[in-house]
């Protein structure tokens, strides 16, 4: 199974701030790289797929890069929305997994 | 407006079984790959299994195989997920995902998710 890691698992931010979020896959995945974002209680949203594909009705202040194994999530400027739990999801091969979330809290 | 809705979540036993369903509408429910997704409280995103359009093909984490079963009613717009033997670490909210696939050419992307369903077991 390929192992998804993010860093940090959660951070600190004022509204303004760009964010970096980073996942790591054990394997090379490509470009087969997923991000979603989590507010408590609802469902996860697709943000960015195939690792820099913004999906449609995002906001172009989230961005993503790879591919290869180590892939990044790019807020350029935190909005007060934005607070949130982030998940990277790989798409490379079954079973599909997840990173285990970093939680972008307000400072 | 895309719509996914879950239900036949609750509290049942160990041992015990459960299926779950996820009333799909406003878009061609038989075009797309589905999957259920669960979250244990308070924990990630754990995907579980998915179908293909014509139920063809299924895949499943290792940690339910031989446990659950996914299906599919394209005549009903639905998803299901028989839940048989169930253990106090299937615990969870229960997501129906829809995969992008046709969308984008990229699979398992999971463009739409359902509100969940929570499954309980406990004795």
């Known amino acids: 199974d390929i192992q998804m890691t993010q860093s940090p698992s959660s951070l600190s931010a004022s509204v303004g701030d760009r964010v970096t979020i980073t996942c790591r896959a054990s394997?090379?995945?490509?470009?087969?790289l997923n991000w979603y974002q989590q507010k408590p209680g609802k469902a996860p949203k697709l943000l960015i797929y195939a690792a820099s594909s913004l999906q449609s009705g995002v906001p172009s202040r989230f961005s993503g890069s790879g591919p290869g194994t180590d892939f990044t999530l790019t807020i350029s400027s935190l909005q007060p929305e934005d607070f949130a739990t982030y998940y990277c999801q790989q798409s490379h091969s079954i079973p599909l997994t997840f990173g285990q979330g970093t939680k972008v809290e307000i400072k | 407006e895309v719509q996914l809705v879950e239900s036949g979540g609750g509290l049942v036993q160990p041992g015990g079984s459960l299926r779950l369903s996820c009333a799909a509408s406003g878009f061609t429910f038989s075009s797309y790959w589905m999957s259920w997704v669960r979250q244990a409280p308070g924990k990630g995103l754990e995907w579980v299994a998915n179908?293909?359009?014509?139920?063809?093909?299924?895949y499943y984490v290792d940690s339910v195989k031989g446990r659950f079963t996914i299906s599919r009613d394209n005549a009903k717009n639905s998803l299901y997920l028989q839940m048989n033997s169930l253990r106090a670490e299937d615990t969870a909210v229960y997501y129906c995902?829809?995969?992008?696939?046709?969308?984008?050419?990229?699979?398992?992307?999971?463009?739409?998710w359902g509100q969940g369903t929570l499954v309980t077991v406990s004795s």
């Open positions: 394997q090379s995945i490509s470009n087969y």
């Open positions: 179908i293909k359009q014509d139920g063809s093909e299924k």
């Open positions: 995902a829809r995969d992008s696939s046709i969308l984008t050419a990229y699979y398992n992307v999971f463009d739409y």
